[in-house]
């Protein structure tokens, strides 16, 4: 069965760089788009970023345009996503999550804390 595994969130301080991390395993087909997206205490959940294997069009949320970058390596089956220029706005766990034929996953999310 499809599972995701995030990894590389912790701790920076702000203007400080992390790079998470989301394996995807189990998987029989290829995913329709694959994405990021955060959740903090008293905020509603946001989409951070997405990338859609079909051309590879990428879609970031204004809060991150510019800062973040997602990525996959196929052969890894891995999805990426840098952050730069962290701020403390960007406080939250992080998810990755995959749309496998109409069928939504995710992963158990990770921390990312930003300090000042």
């Known amino acids: 069965h499809v599972q995701l595994v995030e990894s590389g969130g912790g701790s920076v301080q702000v203007g400080g760089s992390l790079r998470l991390s989301c394996t995807i395993s189990?998987?029989?087909?290829?995913?329709?788009?694959m994405g990021w997206f955060r959740q903090s205490p008293g905020k509603e959940r946001e989409g951070v970023a997405t990338?859609?294997?079909?051309?590879?069009?990428?879609y970031y949320a204004d809060s991150v345009k510019g800062r973040f970058t997602i990525s996959q390596d196929n052969t890894k089956n891995t999805l990426y996503l840098q952050m730069n220029s962290l701020k403390t706005e960007d406080n939250a766990v992080y998810y990755c999550a995959v749309d496998i034929h109409g069928t939504p996953y995710r992963g158990q999310g990770t921390q990312v804390t930003v300090s000042s």
């Open positions: 189990g998987a029989t087909h290829s995913a329709y788009c």
């Open positions: 990338i859609y294997n079909s051309g590879g069009s990428t």
